[in-house]
């Protein structure tokens, strides 16, 4: 099984590409919470890193895993240049759980969040033909259950990024929000968001557009799958405008298959 926590596309990607490669199954983080899966032999964990570490988001719902504790477990880190603590911090919470994790790498795809600084996450496309060597290599180390660990050590510039006031600082910068203005109620952002964090609400005010609005519920993780995936440019970062041609989604990925179960 690959378990994968995606907010555009990028670990959805490669987790499918394992599972291909493997035979194995896909699942998002969050139902995969829901099953047992102690019976699984191998078990895959592809998540990004953010601020040099795991998403909170993964970093919460991990321990609910149910594993199988004699099973081949490996991390996959897509990031936009450095992992950071991403994988060594899922490890330690694994070990807790009495399960030891063989096989760890990191991958480099476009930055999303670089659409919070005013870059264009189009723009860094050219990585997948550079790193196509490394998901090769990657897919044939899984398949042949090989145990390594790299770029799995504890990180200084992830502990720093993890202070309280850097991480207030983070919260200010990536949480996104919503712009009623623009917002139609289409819904797209409630499917996409991985955390189920987002619901139609009822407008105070309606208007011709729509009598609902998006509103973003307490638990946001910053993937920013809502910001990249809203079709009216609704969801903004920081009172920046939210420009379409700097929306991102894996080439690969559809929106639709962002979409969680209802």
């Given at each position: ?27 998002p983080l969050v ?92 723009d860094q496309k ?16 899984i398949r042949a ?118």
């Amino acid at each position: 099984m690959v378990i994968y926590f995606s907010g555009t596309g990028n670990s959805l990607a490669i987790a499918r590409a394992i599972a291909e490669a493997t035979k194995d199954q896909v699942l998002p983080l969050v139902e995969a919470v829901r099953q047992d899966l102690s019976k699984e032999k191998r078990i895959g964990l592809v998540y990004p890193s953010y601020d040099f570490n795991a998403p909170p988001a993964v970093r919460n719902l991990v321990p609910r895993l149910k594993l199988n504790p004699q099973a081949y477990v490996f991390i996959i880190i897509p990031c936009g240049a450095q992992a950071g603590n991403s994988s060594w911090t899922v490890r330690k919470l694994l070990q807790q759980k009495g399960i030891e994790v063989a096989y760890i790498h990191k991958i480099r795809v476009p930055d999303n969040s670089a659409i919070v600084f005013g870059r264009n996450p189009n723009d860094q496309k050219w990585k997948f033909e550079r790193f196509s060597k490394r998901l090769e290599t990657i897919l044939s180390d899984i398949r042949a259950e090989r145990r390594a660990h790299h770029y799995s050590w504890w990180s200084p510039l992830a502990w720093i990024m993890g202070t309280e006031r850097m991480q207030q600082w983070m919260i200010r910068t990536f949480r996104p929000s919503v712009n009623a203005e623009k917002c139609i109620g289409c819904g797209i952002c409630t499917r996409v968001c991985p955390m189920r964090n987002i619901a139609l609400t009822d407008r105070e005010t309606p208007n011709d557009r729509s009598a609902e609005v998006a509103a973003i519920g307490p638990h946001c993780t910053a993937c920013l799958a809502c910001l990249h995936a809203c079709p009216q440019q609704a969801i903004e970062t920081g009172n920046n405008p939210t420009l379409k041609e700097r929306q991102y989604r894996h080439p690969q990925i559809k929106t639709t298959d962002l979409f969680l179960r209802k």
